[in-house]
């Protein structure tokens, strides 16, 4: 089946959907230059599981995927901002 991946570019793949999320990362930062590290890749604003196939995850024909940069989370920003109030203390 045709798959779409939108990183910094758009990315057309071919594939069964018993690829693993990890292997599509891994294959669009290859043909980016890009790291894995810190990327999530999603379907309809979801996060997907590294460990999960495509089929697994629902993704059908002429889906298309995004690769993002992982958000910190507010909690790690809360504590980021509390321990630079107690430093300055």
């Known amino acids: 089946m045709q798959l779409f991946v939108r990183a910094r570019e758009l990315h057309t793949l071919e594939v069964t959907g018993l690829e693993t999320v990890a292997q599509i ?51 790690k920003r809360k504590m980021d901002r509390e321990h630079r109030m107690f430093q300055e203390k």
């Open 25 to 75: 990362k891994a294959h669009v930062a290859f043909l980016e230059g890009l790291t894995t590290e810190d990327k999530v890749v999603l379907l309809a604003g979801s996060p997907l599981q590294d460990e999960a196939t495509l089929g697994q995850c629902g993704v059908e024909a002429l889906a298309t995927l995004e690769v993002v940069g992982r958000m910190l989370g507010v909690g």
